[in-house]
């Protein structure tokens, strides 16, 4: 999405040698475009039998939160260790830059909960791989994901490989 992409700002080098970091700081910032990406991303699942979103922390919250208002579902936030204050699920995963763990509540989910799971950006897949990992413990099934961006030539797909996927922007 052309008009989508126009917002995104490009930090080379941050938060390390290396890294192309994406900016969707511009984006939320227009309210024409925040509202256009939440429509973008939801589009799909309009009128699906979806029973939840899921968001990784940070940015994930972002667009997760909108994405379950606007389709009229929970929203369950998928958080960084030691953040969430009741008992959890949690699970390590290799990122583009570092490693890092997730957590998520126990009763966020139950079996028959149909899950969709959001955030900003795909890279390594390994953010998203370990989210629906995460929700599989629940006993909830991951319906589809969606991404605002997608690194297509870090293969995060190949990960994913057994979900329904929708990117918004591809690099
Ligand atoms: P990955 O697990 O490699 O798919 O990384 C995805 C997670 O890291 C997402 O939550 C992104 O917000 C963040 N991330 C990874 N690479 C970038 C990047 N180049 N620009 C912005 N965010 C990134």
Redesign the pocket.
């Known amino acids: 999405m052309r008009r989508l992409e126009a917002h995104i700002r490009n930090i080379p080098d941050f938060p390390k040698p290396g890294?192309?970091?994406?900016?969707i700081t511009p984006l939320v910032k227009e309210p024409a475009m925040l509202r256009l990406a939440v429509n973008q991303l939801i589009y799909p699942f309009l009128g699906t039998d979806i029973t939840a979103v899921a968001g990784?922390e940070a940015?994930?919250f972002i667009f997760g939160s909108l994405a379950a208002w606007e389709l009229g579902v929970s929203f369950v936030p998928l958080r960084k260790p030691g953040k969430l204050p009741y008992d959890v699920q949690s699970l390590s995963?290799?990122?583009?830059?570092g490693t890092a763990s997730l957590e998520i509540h126990d009763d966020a989910l139950k079996q028959g909960d149909r899950v969709l799971l959001v955030?900003?950006?795909?890279?390594?897949?390994?953010?998203?791989?370990a989210s629906c990992a995460l929700i599989e413990k629940l006993d909830a099934e991951v319906a589809a994901c969606a991404f605002v961006?997608e690194?297509d030539f870090?293969k995060?797909r190949d990960k994913l490989e057994k979900y329904n996927i929708h990117s918004l922007i591809h690099y």
Do not use: N, P, S
């Open positions: 890294i192309q970091f994406k900016d990784m940015r994930g995963y290799d990122l583009e830059y955030d900003d950006l795909i890279a390594t897949g390994g953010t998203a791989a961006i690194l870090l995060g």
